[in-house]
T-cell receptor, first 116, second 114 residues
Framework: GAGVSQSPSNKVTEKGKDVELRCDPI?????LYWYRQSLGQGLEFLIY????????KSGLPSDRFSAERTGGSVSTLTIQRTQQEDSAVYLC??????????????FGPGTRLTVL | AQSVTQLGSHVSVSEGALVLLRCNYS??????LFWYVQYPNQGLQLLLK??????LVKGINGFEAEFKKSETSFHLTKPSAHMSDAAEYFC????????????FGSGTQLTVLP
């Protein structure tokens, strides 16, 4: 079946602009995660959605970052007033219903964001 | 906070040789542990995970890992390396409790020499 998809695959923007990154999880998966991968910080957690519960936003680095998940499926990560340090690969993952910590997280191919 | 340490950011082995990638966790309570692989320009793929059911965990592509509580380790091994194993490998942890997000190690780039 189809895996996690993300769009766009690449995004180049100018400092100060807003960007939106999209994630389509695997159908039926109730949990959705955003991570980012950068040279300086490695792989780090950003935000976690589980069903209709309030999201865990503990990994968001600043209030310029926000995410929403509409209808329990597609998610959009928004970065306002982008800075050069926001340049990274943004990865989305989803996992099946169950809510167990051992549920496998399936990752998408990522969106490479470059802020000039 | 829970963390994992991967010793060796780069490891090179000859084709057919043993692969050993090291991972140590920091916790007095055993967490859940995972190994992911990332091939160039691709997303992360789960190799295997420790869920406390068995200390020796077998994964895909011939990889396995052994959980050793006394050493707080979860090293990844493969008896015989293939050229196709060249990739970056990440150890990750989810602490026991309510957290669900992965905390990743810094990664180990594996090179397989002909």
């Amino acid at each position: 079946g189809a895996g996690v998809s993300q769009s766009p695959s690449n995004k180049v923007t100018e400092k100060g602009k807003d960007v939106e990154l999209r994630c389509d999880p695997i159908s039926g998966h109730t949990a959705l995660y955003w991570y980012r991968q950068s040279l300086g910080q490695g792989l780090e957690f950003l935000i976690y959605f589980q069903g209709n519960s309030a999201p865990d936003k503990s990994g968001l680095p600043s209030d310029r970052f926000s995410a929403e998940r509409t209808g329990g499926s597609v998610s959009t990560l928004t970065i306002q007033r982008t800075q050069q340090e926001d340049s990274a690969v943004y990865l989305c993952a989803s996992s099946p219903p169950g809510g167990a910590p051992t549920d496998t997280q399936y990752f998408g191919p990522g969106t490479r964001l470059t802020v000039l | 906070a829970q963390s994992v340490t991967q010793l060796g950011s780069h490891v090179s082995v000859s084709e057919g040789a043993l692969v050993l990638l090291r991972c140590n966790y920091s916790s007095s309570v055993p967490p859940y542990l995972f190994w992911y692989v990332q091939y160039p320009n691709q997303g992360l793929q789960l190799l295997l995970k420790y869920t406390s059911a068995a200390t020796l965990v077998k994964g895909i592509n011939g990889f396995e890992a052994e959980f050793k509580k006394s050493e707080t380790s979860f090293h990844l091994t493969k008896p015989s390396a293939h050229m196709s194993d060249a990739a970056e490998y990440f150890c990750a942890v989810i602490p026991s409790g309510s957290a669900r997000q992965l905390t990743f190690g810094s990664g180990t780039q594996l090179t397989v020499l002909p």
